[in-house]
């Protein structure tokens, strides 16, 4: 895979991937987070002029990642939809469409803070639902990188702190959690007052953030720090960024 980024985690592997998706061979699973969708609709119910097909646009994405990994499985870490707004016959017939051209694959979503208020997808799409954190053998699905049992979801702010190893609670020790929520990227600057803004990938040892999927949200610039790795996603690529305090 030219198009993607080989990640050891403790007893497997990943791949993260262009398209900001993540692959789990081992389980032949896809991940993805925070794909918002609804997102432009939700907007245009309140006044704002954005640009619309933002969800076919989305849909077609995943459709893709699927088909390049061929997955039996696909998890979303959260925030699958953005608002109640956003449930509109056209986005319940667009995702009826997109189900239906993938009658066998296992949909799973863990619920993010967007899904408390949006509502769950409607029962005839076949998804099964779950509360983080959900344990997958080695890995951990989660929407927040930071769960702990003291914090209700309603409660926890919109933007989240860095993330937490060890901090999770209901994993299996060791394992990695997998999680979204915000929506991180990375500046990168070059010559005079050149700048390139990019999503991208976060680990660090017990953590791994996924860029967010939809094509219509927003970004959480990463400080660089020790034993934090980024990975940057652009031009059809991943690539490893310099650790912290290491010029290239």
Known sequence: MNDSHRLALQDTEVFLRADK?????????LFVADVHLGKAAAFRASGLAVPEGTTQDNLQRLSQAIAGTRAQRV??????????QAQHPLLWQALADWRQRHRQLDVALVRGNHDRHAGDPPAALGFTLHEEPWPLGSL????HPDVRPETHPETRPETCPAPQPGATSGTAPGATVLAGHVHPVVQLGGAGRDGLRLPCFVHQPGCLVLPAFGAFTGGQPVAPAMGVDCYAVGAGRVWRLPPAGRTP
């Open 75 to 84: 998890v979303v870490l959260g925030d699958f939809l953005h608002a109640r």
């Open 21 to 29: 998706t993540l692959w789990w061979p081992q389980a032949q699973s």
């Open 140 to 143: 951990s699905a989660c929407h």
